[in-house]
């Protein structure tokens, strides 16, 4: 052996050595990943100008890094909207722009709006809260289940404590085809799991259940219903709970989590996630619910509806409550130092997201919909820094952003590590001091346990990689491809480290120089 390879090995092996490679490789990655530009801090209180000057340079930067087609915003001030912008496109493939007035899908935002439909309901008088929903379903049987149907009520159904499960999701239908009757869809959801009352649990099935409620009593069809009592009323005419082949433009690809095109799509069941609109119409529905800046717009609801619908019900726990405190009536509230509260709601779909935050009682909102299921970071970027200007102390959403930069940290250490180790393993075979000997009994237990985490490792890679959707892709989308390489690595120097045992007894005496 040389004596310029036994150095380099001495010198590898060095404890300041591995600090500083794990340093070097850690900052590479995390100033790549982290792109200052998008990190720029605004002032307090600026301008309105200031404000989208500032996030129109920032969302292009943001759509660029995680990979997302387009997206529609629109900001709300003193109960009017006072900016709107589109970036990107609707179809990459056929160069189709996203514009202001393009119709998107905007998923569990369709909640909040059906609730609204429903409190229609109970100010004529048609429906009562605190009534079980037997007492309004009757032209459909409800499956048998564990617990009893007769203790859910409409306020249950509204704000996710019926029981109700989350229900089928991921199921996608042609709109110009053949699609399952709501009845059909909830023959096979609408089984409660749960006590009735006992906790908040999210359930699409539960606003499913309103939708046809909703039906049953006026006996319209909802979409009809919603149109005629909300949409119109309101003046969002750019919105619709059925898909129309007379929308112009277009409704825009969705895009997955792997960035791949999804073509337009609708669900049997409308109330919790079939609502078609833009971030202007669903501006015009959160100034709908600011009381205080309601003179002259249209009067759909009475201010004591609309308190009802942004009341705490049900405190949230679990990843939910993360973000936010409390669910009302269709509506996330959540609560800031000093009084302040907001209400919000935000959807995700197959290749689609959305979001909107409503602080009523000073007129602001934000509305950000866009046709990628890699949207959540951008989301939570925006919002901080729009919380940020309006002076908030912090907002929930954005947890995603201190926990993304968090975890990256995290990942660089653990590739940091992990490399020094390969380098390792590699200068050691290559001075003679390993040898390629996978059943050597020398470090048997060690090298067991070392295959053993590795073969662990690649299933657990396999699995992900053959999941449909997994939450944490969703959360951090570019965060994500590199724990993956990141997991593959590890049991790729792992394997090494087994089949490649130390020669025993070959160690850094002067004989071996």
């Keep these: 052996m040389s004596k310029w390879c036994f150095r380099l090995y001495k010198a590898i092996m060095h404890p300041v050595f591995s600090i500083c490679t794990i340093l070097i490789i850690n900052s590479a990655i995390f100033f790549?990943?982290?792109?200052?530009?998008?990190?720029?801090?605004?002032?307090?209180?600026?301008?309105?100008?200031?404000?989208?000057?500032?996030?129109?340079?920032?969302?292009?930067?943001?759509?660029?890094?995680?990979?997302?087609?387009?997206l529609g915003i629109s900001i709300v001030r003193q109960g009017k909207i006072a900016w709107s912008q589109a970036y990107g496109y609707a179809d990459r493939e056929k160069n189709r722009k996203m514009t202001v007035n393009t119709v998107c899908r905007v998923e569990s935002i369709s909640k909040p709006v059906t609730a609204w439909g429903l409190m229609r309901l109970l100010e004529q008088g048609l429906v009562d809260l605190d009534?079980?929903?037997?007492?309004?379903?009757?032209?459909?049987?409800?499956?048998?289940?564990?617990?009893?149907?007769?203790?859910?009520?409409?306020?249950?159904?509204?704000?996710?404590?019926?029981?109700?499960?989350?229900?089928?999701?991921?199921e996608l239908y042609d709109p110009k085809g053949e699609v399952p009757s709501l009845r059909d869809r909830l023959s096979k959801d609408a089984i409660l799991i749960r006590e009735p009352g006992s906790e908040f649990s999210y359930s699409n099935t539960g606003f499913n259940l309103v939708e046809l409620l909703i039906e049953e009593v006026t006996g319209q069809n909802f979409s009809e219903y919603m149109m005629n009592n909300i949409l119109l009323?309101?003046?969002?005419?750019?919105?619709?709970?059925?898909?129309?082949?007379?929308?112009?433009?277009?409704?825009?690809n969705g895009h997955d989590l792997h960035g791949r095109p999804v073509p337009v799509?609708?669900?049997?069941?409308?109330?919790?996630?079939?609502?078609?609109?833009?971030?202007?119409?669903?501006?015009?529905?959160?100034?709908?619910?600011?009381?205080?800046?309601?003179?002259?717009?249209?009067?759909?609801?009475?201010?004591?509806?609309?308190?009802?619908?942004?009341?705490?019900?049900?405190n949230i726990s679990g990843l939910y409550g993360f973000a936010f405190e409390a669910y009302g009536l269709g509506h996330?509230?959540?609560?800031?130092?000093?009084?302040?509260?907001?209400?919000?709601?935000?959807?995700?779909?197959?290749?689609?997201?959305?979001?909107?935050?409503?602080?009523?009682?000073?007129?602001?909102g934000i509305v950000m919909l866009a046709n990628s299921q890699r949207s959540w970071p951008l989301f939570a970027h925006i919002l901080l820094d729009w919380a940020k200007w309006l002076?908030?102390?912090?907002?929930?959403m954005g947890y995603i952003v201190w926990a993304e930069q968090i975890l990256w940290v995290i990942l660089c250490i653990v590739i940091g590590i992990v490399s020094v180790l390969g380098i390792r393993i590699t200068i050691e075979y290559s001075i003679g001091m390993r040898r390629f000997n996978p059943f050597s009994k020398h470090g048997r237990i060690q090298r067991g346990v070392a295959i053993g985490t590795a073969c662990l490792l690649i299933l657990l890679l396999i699995w992900a990689l053959t999941q449909q959707y997994l939450f944490f892709t969703s959360l951090f989308p570019v965060l994500s491809q590199w724990c993956g390489w990141m997991i593959l690595f590890a049991a790729i120097v792992m394997i090494f480290s087994a089949v490649l045992p130390k020669v025993k007894n070959k160690g850094t005496s002067k004989n071996h120089v």
């Design 233 to 252: 009323p309101l003046g969002m005419h750019h919105s619709s709970f059925s898909w129309s082949a007379s929308f112009d433009p277009p409704v825009p």
């Design 32 to 70: 790549t990943q982290m792109n200052f530009c998008s990190f720029t801090a605004i002032d307090e209180h600026v301008s309105l100008t200031v404000f989208a000057t500032h996030i129109d340079k920032k969302i292009p930067i943001l759509m660029k890094k995680y990979n997302i087609p387009g």
């Design 265 to 314: 799509y609708v669900y049997p069941d409308r109330a919790s996630g079939g609502l078609f609109s833009t971030a202007d119409d669903i501006a015009t529905f959160i100034i709908a619910g600011m009381s205080g800046f309601r003179e002259g717009a249209p009067q759909i609801l009475k201010d004591q509806s609309i308190k009802i619908l942004y009341s705490p019900a049900v």
């Design 391 to 396: 002076g908030l102390p912090s907002i929930g």
């Design 131 to 170: 009534r079980p929903i037997t007492h309004y379903i009757k032209k459909w049987r409800f499956p048998q289940s564990a617990f009893s149907i007769e203790r859910v009520t409409v306020r249950m159904l509204l704000s996710h404590t019926s029981g109700m499960p989350l229900g089928t999701i991921g």
């Design 332 to 364: 996330f509230i959540e609560k800031f130092s000093g009084g302040t509260w907001a209400v919000s709601h935000g959807g995700q779909g197959t290749g689609w997201m959305s979001h909107f935050h409503s602080i009523p009682e000073t007129g602001d």
